[in-house]
């Protein structure tokens, strides 16, 4: 069965810190990475997305790095701060698009004062 | 104000009832989706429609059924079977491409 795999399953950051979520998959013929960010009580929103011709994207504090050949792919999130509180769900697929999506179990993040 | 729209926000099901969730999109998107949402399983496809009148099951199909008789609508109903019907479900839309538009979702909570 294809899986995405991804922890910690919750994580505190002080503000100002770095944020790591990891995510682990198995199916080699994935080919888009997207991260979705979830507010208590709303849907999921994409936040950042990758494909692996490269190793690294980054938006603002928000960055995925992509390790091909250990099947891994993690989000960062520099100067983290309070209203970055919110879980994060990985997600990956293959070509065939969205209807193909397989999500990770999700990370709830709390940043601290 | 472009956007997917989900009601009721909160949904009460009695024993051997029926329920129906509502999405409305208004932003053209050809596919929608069905998902339901279970503390710590993060989100598993529940049907999805990619096309007028045409649906697929998703992953955990029993026990729920979908139409699509209009672009913008895909109502998505909890039936009697489906036993275990307490979550937060959420509907999303997609043009051609893997990016997903979500609602708001509805939390259904069994009396």
């Known amino acids: 069965q294809q899986q995405v795999k991804q922890s910690p399953q919750s994580l505190i950051v002080q503000k100002g810190g770095i944020s790591i979520i990891n995510c682990a998959y198995e199916?080699?013929?994935?080919?888009?990475f997207p991260w979705y960010q979830q507010f208590p009580g709303k849907g999921p929103a994409l936040l950042i997305a990758?494909?692996?011709?490269?190793s690294e994207k980054k938006e603002g504090r928000f960055t995925i790095s992509f390790n091909k050949s250990a099947k891994q792919f993690s989000l960062h999130i520099m100067d983290s701060q309070p209203g970055d509180s919110a879980t994060y769900f990985c997600a990956a697929s293959s070509s065939s698009g969205a209807s193909k999506l397989t999500f990770g179990t999700g990370t709830r993040l709390q940043v601290t004062l | 104000d472009g956007g997917i729209t989900q009601s009721p926000k909160y949904l009460f099901r009695k024993e051997g009832q029926n329920v129906t969730l509502s999405c409305e999109q208004n932003l053209n998107h050809d596919a929608m989706y069905w998902y339901r949402q279970d503390p710590g399983q993060g989100l598993r496809l529940i049907y999805y429609s990619q096309i007028v009148n045409d649906f697929q099951k998703g992953d955990i199909a029993e026990g729920y059924s979908v139409s699509r008789e209009k672009k913008e609508s895909f109502p998505l109903t909890v039936t009697s079977a489906q036993k275990n019907p307490t979550a937060f479900y959420l509907c999303?839309?997609?043009?051609?491409?893997?990016?997903?538009?979500f609602g708001s979702g509805t939390q259904l909570s069994v009396l």
């Open positions: 199916n080699t013929a994935f080919d888009y």
């Open positions: 990758i494909r692996p011709d490269v």
């Open positions: 999303a839309s997609s043009p051609r491409g893997e990016k997903l538009f």
